[in-house]
């Protein structure tokens, strides 16, 4: 039996040893250089899975709600540094430009309700037995003076929470923007040895990236934005970037919420209408009409 057990575990040494060869060989054919990237990808460590036994290889429905979720930190037609290539048993990720924000936005608690005080309580119940007309206006008044200083601290306190939360979204917006992605070769049994090449991963994610300087592939042409298109808006754009879109805004508001500068813009283009909302000069929500 010590014998079997010992065998298992050479064999199991072996192949972990054979791993870290085959991730070390992988890293110096790919780490540093610079990669293309044939899709949008999310700004999120998740990144773009691709199944190589699947058709198609990847799923464009979950890619579409990872983005929809965390925004796209590369355009599809940009080329980013390859930073990292990790081989794990059922998965081969290949990371770019940093491989993706894997942080959370919450924050600090923020209580936004005030406790009544022992005197609002005392006058509550002293108001329920005062007969006295002129005892109980008084009461009513002093009561009435102690809940509107309360409800004032509440609204400072929702207004205090609702400026945080706008700040670490649109600080969390940033650093997905600019954590890069990542793409995730996964098998449903542990990585092929015939997959572990270069040749192979990049055969495998052909249709998703493609190495800088390597033959153009003749099937896809990078999109270019053009004016007045709603698919290039994101969060986290500035009014500069949005009006590179759709030209200078037809009618632009500016005013004050939760102790944050926002400016509500309209533009107008050929198509139809935007409605814009920027938060301390980043789009934070828009809408569009059809003329």
């Known amino acids: 039996m010590k014998i079997q057990h010992w065998g298992l575990a050479v064999a199991l040494a072996l192949c972990a040893s054979a791993m ?9 054919a790919l780490e540093g ?6 899709v949008d990808m999310p700004g ?6 691709v199944w190589p036994e699947n058709a ?4 464009y429905n979950q890619l579409g709600d990872r983005i929809r979720r965390y925004g796209v930190a590369i355009p599809r037609g940009t080329a980013a540094m390859i930073t990292k290539v990790r081989l794990r048993k059922k998965e ?11 942080g959370s936005s919450s924050g600090p608690f923020i209580p936004t309700t005030v406790r009544k005080t022992q005197r609002e309580k005392q006058l509550e119940s002293e108001l329920k037995i005062v007969t006295d007309p002129i005892k109980k206006k008084e009461v009513r008044e002093e009561l009435r003076d102690l809940q509107d200083a309360r409800r004032r601290e509440e609204a400072q306190l929702r207004a205090e929470a609702e400026q945080a939360r706008i700040l670490r979204e649109a ?3 940033e650093l997905r923007a600019r954590g890069g992605s990542r793409f995730s070769l996964r098998w449903r049994d542990p990585v092929p040895a015939s997959a572990m090449t270069e040749s192979a991963v990049l055969a495998a994610l052909a249709t998703v990236m493609e190495l800088e300087g390597s033959e153009p592939r003749t099937t896809f042409s990078a999109p270019q934005a053009s004016p007045a298109n709603p698919m290039a808006l994101r969060k986290g754009m ?4 949005v009006a590179a879109l759709f030209g200078a805004p037809a009618e632009r508001k500016q005013e004050a919420a939760a102790g944050l500068s926002v400016v509500a813009s309209r533009y107008d283009f050929e198509g139809g209408v935007l409605h814009a909302k920027f938060a301390e000069g980043t789009l934070v929500s828009w809408s569009m009409e059809s003329r």
Do not use: T
Not at 93 to 101: C, D, R, V
């Open 92 to 102: 081969i990720e290949i990371h770019l430009g940093g491989g993706g924000y894997s």
């Open 238 to 241: 500035s009014e500069d970037d």
């Open 44 to 49: 999120d460590a998740g990144g773009v899975e």
């Open 171 to 173: 600080e969390e917006r």
């Open 33 to 38: 250089r610079s990669a293309v990237a044939l």
């Open 20 to 28: 870290a060869q085959d991730e070390a060989s992988l890293a110096r």
């Open 56 to 59: 198609p290889a990847v799923d």
